[in-house]
């Protein structure tokens, strides 16, 4: 923790003295007569307790969240100086050395040898055979050719870099000067890693993956940083609780309207909790879109393929070395994987949820009812793991059993049916809810005419409620589908893995939500298009089921007016 | 005003003389309706003519509308109502296990306060009782019925050639007459009308009004009104009721212009109500 | 004068379709019933069946030893100090322990099979029980630990069938070690030979029928490679029954294989394990697993089968014979299992509890509650009382209606991209867990909340305006707290629902394998936890059978935790409503 608790608990005090100082004020400027202020005296309090905790803990919140960057920039940019003479006498030893003049001068010529070949090949033409050392070669081959070479020299240069860095690093014998000359020379990653041991070490948040002279200069260098900053930080808060006592005191009269004022940080906090939600759906949306967006481009923008490719084989693109190799990533088997759970458990669940709510709305006693709602709700809480274990370890090994008995001999524990029949018994009371209220909203004089008319209740259900209700019921489906298509536990527990494109319930299958459970879920490196693409899979969950809620919500907000 | 709840054992209904120009069509004997713990109605028991108007009047809660749904056991359909007493109609009794209340309801048509067609066309409106009950077989038959039921509604002239609209596109006494054809499709012998009027607008009111009237050639109708002067213009015979109990009943000149117990006499007067 | 139809006809047209009408109402709610029995059937099973699979879990045999500590062991440095104390060799300790209970135990896989009867963390707690005391060093004790998973599923009885027939024909035993000659004078093993042969008949049977269908298959097929592959496999399966056939005709000895039910022969207080049986069934070779007291004639004898094949449990015959022993003699206990409530995940399933899963899940809540509540009834309170009817009030509104048919996951991905990637927040930490899922709380917390506030009468309100107080003081002073039960009795359903929630969870990486329960503390927000479905989860993939009872217990407690969350909530509507 970089705010200590102390600093906290007087600032907390120091509120709380406010509002007392507040009030007493208060009832010194009204003279005794509390009748004469403008608003009650603990109004006051509220006031100046306000102008005494809210910017303190706003400077708190802000070092709270950037005081460790501000330190690691601090700790680093002295780490930075102190390693300059170092990077300079490196550079030094690289513009002297022998070996790498003569090596880059080698990749000059090659480079512009490749920059030939690939004009070559830009004007479809053939190459002249260059002096010797080259036999006759298309100039693609040419290029490739170059390639190797290049990298192979390239790489030759690098190790020689890497001894003269080394040299360099064993005359220097600050341990500091080191480090910012460690660090000046490594990836973006491993600097990140390097300032994380340092902070395990310095403060131990966590524990360093490892331990050298360099990182612990960095992590005494991190330390004053931290002290100085954190002191002044809280001497600074305490300032300004206390300049925010004073000023608020000063203003207090018996004419101040201090209600008004607290009532509008009210409303300011409350107006701020409303706009969270909205923050949180700018938030998925933004998050998704620029993930999606790096895993895109990092497939070339063929969003087509994405859509529409039926290949999903995402695990190729984390072998290494494969340069342009991305793996396969049709999800149109995931697409059609989530299709066919969904018809499966809304074949389970819409009728059954229909029949469930026509029969507790229109024919139950109460007694019926009373025991049947409950029971519906409980078979909506519970959570959806246990369905997923249920799915996985008493329904799927039971329909194996029973497609093995009937001579099915493919049979498997993890399929589409399995997974789709469980999501159907979690969606009826889901279904039924809705459907319930739909139907309790179509007036009682439709029934009335119905029955008035001589209709049977079936009649009544089936050709004037249901007519009257089906937007609503419609709606409530759409819902149905969305919950559908967005459950995850069932599915990554009981439907299986394998991408495969079939229309076969039997067999397994996989959905957008267990390919994103499984691509997040494990070793994962943030960077590679295998991670990104649960963020575009993501994406598409999001605008499916998005759809699916604004048409709905529309549906049955249409039909709630029609009958209100 | 005298506070009614505090008069002891209400004196027994007042029966005018009946002119017996029409035979009985309903007939009810001590009819009793409780809700739950709530009695609704007192032994009610009258006697009304066929090919008439008859008109329940009374202050509101006073339980004509129950006992109107008595007659064609609508009542059935409130988990909590509990009726008992006889209810004959063409002396065989109604509430009886052997009497279908599906067959009843095509026998005895009702018409609510609020006009309810059904979320379907004009032409399925009408036509929802005899398809339900099979009285067509043929697509022509049915189209007859159709339009003669609102030829009698008076509906036909406004609907012709927009029978496929839907039925809640009309306007409010349009609705109402609509649903009066629907009733009279299935041809029943008697219609109930809850309030017919009191969601309607006076012209509406009075083109229903008029149709009640033409009605009454053929059926026996029955009509609970909040309106003395609705009760005046369209009906024969009137019952009074308070408090759940039929006060008097008798022709309606009779009734309005010489009420035999003092609550007619005050309600009609406006002294209540 | 009338138009009117005559009556009676239409009665009868009526009539006529009455019992066909009447039929399709009966139809109709015959359905509607069966809908509710579905439903009502779906979640008995559904119950039951996770109660019948949790039941063996919350007990467990515990394995009580006479433990001598010897100083040469426990103290290898002689000088009592901790660190010397803690390189001791304890696990050593307790082979020791085990093996002198069986002093003619020395086979090294039967060994092997004796000391896989515990896991070796075990030693850590013999361990600490020396550290904190070292004076009981050269005593013996009675150290008490965990039988394992497999002997503890076997000693429940839910590993095989065993039978224990007692005979009395005499049997002599060659010799009292090693591999032994037990003959008789009666047959008295042919009852076994001939189970073995009936399964054995059995499965020709099967493997006859398989061949036939895949004939049947091939005569069927439409193309060549269809037909081939079935009638390469119909003469796979024609040949395996052959094979079956001959061995059930050979008139040779028996060997009993893994594949075949297990025989055994206990006899003066030693067991015989049964490899061979000569025809006749006079005549059994076996190899001697616990040393009979002597060799030559015995009168009493029983035989022990254990009927399911070694190939199908994970418990082997030499194994059962020491568990089975050990309970004979009165070392095993089955008792209530503690274990699963005060130990953390383990990857050995009797040693592993929801401990540290509880924790986390406390711990997360905590968080969801600090973020969801007030954010949501502050929400609720400026959406029902203040805000203007304006653009930004309808977006908001429509926003958390969407929000709340967001799928779960997508909230998830929220979190690690916002919070872990950007904000740099830890992984796997209840803190980042808490924000999840309080984000996804939220909408439901808005709604319920509104609706709270929407039943409290307008005439409160007006009331209280009437009388001066301004609008802030009307809601906090008077709507509120009537509005409060049912905040708070939708703020604990949404609670209780996040409670149960996995898949967003998982997005951040509370899906670890985590050893050591977090703190019970502040440090414990930002410490790698995972949260009770989380567990579930992670152990219904769990490869030991043991596991399975451990999910579906860990199921019943967190469910057992929702009923509480939602008791709470039905007690505090209840309590508090009120009528108006």
């Known amino acids: 923790m970089q705010i200590s608790l102390f600093t906290v608990l007087i600032l907390m005090v120091l509120t709380a003295v406010g509002f007392l100082v507040g009030r007493r004020r208060a009832y010194a400027v009204s003279s005794g007569h509390a009748s004469r202020l403008h608003s009650l005296p603990s109004y006051y309090g509220y006031y100046i307790a306000l102008w005494t905790g809210v910017p303190a803990f706003i400077l708190l919140a802000i070092y709270g969240m950037f005081g460790n960057d501000a330190v690691n920039a601090l700790a680093g940019a002295q780490m930075h100086r102190a390693g300059e003479p170092v990077h300079a006498q490196f550079e030094q030893a690289l513009s002297d050395d022998e070996d790498i003049a003569r090596l880059e001068a080698e990749l000059a010529t090659l480079e512009n040898r490749r920059i030939y070949a690939r004009e070559a090949i830009e004007r479809d033409s053939e190459l002249v055979p260059a002096a010797g050392e080259y036999p006759a070669q298309s100039p693609a081959e040419r290029q490739q050719a170059l390639s190797s070479e290049i990298n192979r020299l390239a790489a030759e240069r690098e190790a020689r870099a890497e001894v003269l860095a080394g040299q360099v690093e064993a005359q220097t014998d600050d341990a500091l000067a080191r480090a910012g000359f460690v660090y000046s020379r490594l990836s973006d990653e491993r600097r990140e890693l390097m300032i994380n041991d340092a902070r395990a070490i310095a403060f131990g948040e966590g524990v360093a993956s490892r331990e050298t002279p360099e990182i612990n200069a960095l992590a005494s260098a991190m330390r004053p940083f931290h002290e100085v900053l954190r002191s002044s930080m809280a001497l600074a808060a305490l300032a300004l609780a206390i300049g925010g006592l004073a000023y608020a005191r000063s203003r207090i009269s018996s004419s101040f309207r201090a209600r008004n004022r607290v009532e509008g940080a009210i409303s300011v906090l409350l107006l701020l909790a409303s706009v969270i939600a909205i923050a949180t759906t700018i938030g998925i949306v933004l998050s998704l879109l620029f993930e999606s967006v790096r895993f895109f481009s990092a497939i070339n923008w063929r969003i087509d393929e994405f859509l529409l490719g039926t290949q999903w084989s995402p695990q190729i693109a984390i072998r290494e070395g494969q340069v342009g190799q991305t793996g396969a990533f049709g999800a149109v088997p995931l697409f059609a994987g989530t299709a066919l759970i969904t018809v499966i458990a809304m074949l389970v669940a819409v009728p059954v949820g229909l029949f469930a709510a026509i029969y507790l709305s229109e024919y139950a006693s109460t007694g019926v009812r009373g025991w049947a709602k409950p029971v519906l709700e409980i078979l909506a809480g519970i959570p959806t793991v246990v369905y997923g274990f249920f799915a996985l370890l008493t329904v799927g090994p039971l329909l194996r059993d029973a497609l093995l008995l009937l001579g099915y001999e493919n049979a498997v524990t993890q399929s589409a049916l399995a997974a789709g029949l469980v999501m159907g018994v979690m969606i009826i009371p889901f279904v039924s809810s809705l459907a319930d209220d739909v139907i309790n909203a179509v007036p009682q004089s439709l029934r009335d005419g119905a029955y008035a008319m001589g209709a049977t209740k079936s009649e009544t259900v089936r050709q004037v409620i249901f007519p009257a209700a089906l937007p609503g019921i419609v709606g409530a489906v759409l819902l149905a589908v969305s919950r559908a298509v967005g459950e995850t536990m069932i599915v990554v527990m009981a439907a299986g893995q394998g991408a495969n494109l079939t229309a076969n319930p039997l067999e397994s299958v996989t959905t957008i939500t267990v390919q994103i459970v499984m691509l997040l879920t494990g070793d994962q490196e943030f960077d590679s298009p295998k991670t990104l693409s649960a963020f575009a899979l993501g994406l598409v969950l999001f605008v499916l089921t998005l759809i699916l809620n604004v048409i709905a919500l529309r549906v049955v907000q249409r039909y709630r007016e029609k009958y209100d | ?273 | 004068m009338t138009d009117r139809a005559p009556s009676s006809d239409i009665r009868k047209a009526i009539e006529t379709r009455l019992a066909r009408r009447h039929r399709a109402e009966r139809r109709f709610q015959f359905y509607g019933m069966a809908a509710i029995a579905l439903a009502v059937l779906f979640l008995v099973v559904l119950l039951s069946s996770i109660i019948v699979q949790a039941l063996p879990a919350f007990t467990q045999h515990t394995l009580t030893l006479p433990v001598r500590v010897e100083a040469e062991l426990a103290d290898p440095q002689d000088d009592r100090s901790e660190e010397s104390l803690r390189a001791g060799s304890y696990s050593r300790m307790l082979q020791v322990a085990l093996q002198d209970q069986f002093p003619s135990v020395t086979g090294r896989s039967e060994l092997r099979a004796l000391f896989g009867l515990y896991s070796s963390v075990n030693s850590a707690k013999l361990l600490n029980q020396v550290v904190e005391n070292p004076d009981i060093i050269g005593e013996t004790i009675e150290f008490s630990m965990p039988i394992s998973d497999d002997a503890d599923l076997y000693l429940k009885g839910l590993t095989t069938d065993e039978r224990f027939v007692d005979r009395n024909e005499p049997l002599t035993l060659s010799g009292a070690e090693g591999e032994v000659t037990l003959t008789a004078s009666d047959p008295v093993f042919s009852a076994f030979i001939e189970e073995v042969n009936d399964t054995l008949r059995a499965r020709i049977q099967t493997v006859s029928d398989r061949a036939a269908t895949a004939q049947a298959r091939a005569d069927r097929a439409e193309t060549e490679d269809a037909r081939q592959a079935a009638a390469a496999g119909a003469e796979r399966a024609r040949r395996e029954a052959d094979q079956l056939e001959e061995r059930l005709q050979a008139r040779e000895a028996l060997s009993l294989s893994p594949e075949m039910a297990s025989l055994l022969v206990r006899l003066g207080g030693g067991v015989v394990q049964i490899t061979q049986l000569e025809p006749g069934g006079r005549v059994a070779r076996g190899e001697v697993v616990i040393a009979p007291e002597r060799d030559g004639v015995y009168q009493d004898w029983t035989e022990w089968r254990i009927e399911t094949p070694a190939a199908g449990r994970r418990i082997g015959d030499v194994q059962i014979v020491f568990a089975r022993a050990l309970d004979d003699r009165g070392l095993v206990e089955n008792g209530l299992n503690l274990i699963l409530f005060t130990n953390a995940d383990s990857r050995e399933p009797e040693l592993a509890g929801v401990r540290g899963a509880l924790i986390g899940s406390v711990l997360t809540m905590i968080i969801t509650m600090l973020m969801a509540v007030p954010i949501g009834v502050g929400t609720a309170i400026y959406l029902e009382e203040f805000a203007p009817r304006n653009r930004l009030s309808e977006i908001i509104e429509v926003n958390i209606n969407n929000l709340a048919a967001v799928p779960s996951i997508v909230f998830g991905l929220l979190g690690l991209a916002v919070f872990i990637n950007t904000f740099g927040m830890p992984r796997s930490a209840p803190l980042v867990g808490g924000f999840v899922l309080a984000l996804m709380t939220l909408p439901t917390v808005i709604i319920s909340s509104r609706a709270a506030l929407k039943a409290v009468p307008p005439s409160i309100r007006e009331a209280a305006l009437g009388v001066g107080a301004s609008r802030m003081q009307a809601v906090f002073g008077h709507v509120l707290p009537m509005a409060m039960p049912g905040i708070l009795t939708g703020s604990i359903i949404g609670l209780a629902q996040a409670l149960g929630e996995t898949a967003p969870l998982l997005m951040i990486g509370m899906v670890a394998f985590i050893a050591d329960p977090p703190t019970m503390g502040v440090a414990g927000f930002t410490e790698p936890a995972t949260v009770m479905p989380v567990q579930i989860f992670l152990w219904s993939s769990g490869a030991e059978r043991a596991f399975e009872a451990k999910t579906a217990a860990a199921i019943l407690i967190l469910l057992a935790l929702m009923v509480l969350f939602n008791a709470a909530a039905i007690y505090l509507r209840s309590r508090f409503e009120r009528r108006w």
């Open chain 2, 1 to 273: 005003m005298t506070d009614p709840q505090n008069t002891a054992a209400p004196a027994a209904t007042v029966y005018h003389d009946q002119p017996s120009a029409n035979p009985i069509k309903v007939e009810t004997r001590s009819v009793s309706v409780r809700y739950g713990d709530t009695q609704a109605l007192h032994d009610v028991s009258i006697r009304i003519p066929d090919r008439g108007v008859t008109a329940f009047i009374g202050p509101s809660g006073c339980g004509k509308s129950t006992f109107l749904r008595c007659i064609n056991r609508m009542n059935d359909t409130i988990d909590s109502a509990r009726v008992s007493g006889s209810v004959l109609i063409d002396g065989e009794e109604v509430n009886s296990r052997a009497v279908d209340p599906v067959v009843l309801r095509a026998r005895v048509g009702m018409v609510f306060q609020k006009p309810n067609p059904f979320p379907k066309s004009i032409y399925d409106n009408v036509a929802y009782g005899p398809r339900i009950h099979g009285l067509a077989t043929k697509r022509e038959d049915l189209d007859a019925i159709v339009e003669a039921s609102l030829r009698k509604a008076g509906l036909w002239a406004e609907v012709e050639g927009r029978l496929g609209m839907p039925g809640t596109a009309l306007s409010g006494g349009q609705q109402q007459r609509l649903v009066i054809a629907r009733a009279i499709a299935v041809n029943p012998e008697v219609i109930l009308m809850d309030e017919p009027c009191s969601a309607l607008d006076p012209i509406a009111t009075a083109r229903i009004e008029e149709l009640i009237d033409e009605l009454r050639e053929n059926y026996c109708l029955i009509i609970v009104t909040h309106s003395m002067a609705q009760a005046a213009r369209v009906s024969q015979m009137t019952a009074f009721f308070h408090l759940g109990h039929l006060v008097e009943y008798g022709p309606t000149e009779d009734m309005f212009t010489n009420p035999h117990d003092a609550r007619t006499q005050d309600y009609i007067t406006g002294r209540f109500g």
